[in-house]
């Protein structure tokens, strides 16, 4: 059973930074993609930014230019680098993996952690 643990919300007034980070047990960084995902308040989860076990990126065009995804193979763990916050940005994060390398069916889900920009 794969579990995920999100930590590293809290909140951040518009244009600061934050840095998300979720650790994968048991290590399925190095085969399986990864992603973040953004559960805003009214609206459907959106998933904001991947990254392959090739270390192929993707992002949502609300974020690009402004988070970073990135992972650590050796500590089991996946990072989102948020800058330039928006009020817009406030929700809560999940990491969630997929059942293989493939991100189009992301199986797995940590409980997500909360991140409130103020404006």
């Known amino acids: 059973q794969v579990q995920l643990v999100e930590s590293g919300g809290g909140s951040v007034q518009a244009g600061g930074s934050l840095t998300l980070s979720c650790v994968a047990s048991p290590n399925i960084t190095m085969t399986r993609c990864m992603a973040w995902s953004l559960q805003a308040p009214g609206r459907e989860r959106e998933r904001v930014a991947q990254i392959t076990p090739y270390g192929i990126l993707g992002y949502a065009d609300s974020v690009k230019g402004r988070f970073v995804i990135s992972k650590d193979n050796a500590k089991n763990t996946l990072y989102l680098h948020m800058n330039v916050l928006k009020p817009e940005d406030t929700g809560i994060y999940y990491c969630?993996?997929?059942?293989?390398?493939?991100?189009?069916?992301?199986?797995?889900w940590g409980q997500g952690t909360q991140v409130t920009v103020s404006a």
């Open positions: 969630a993996s997929g059942a293989s390398s493939r991100c189009d069916d992301l199986k797995f």
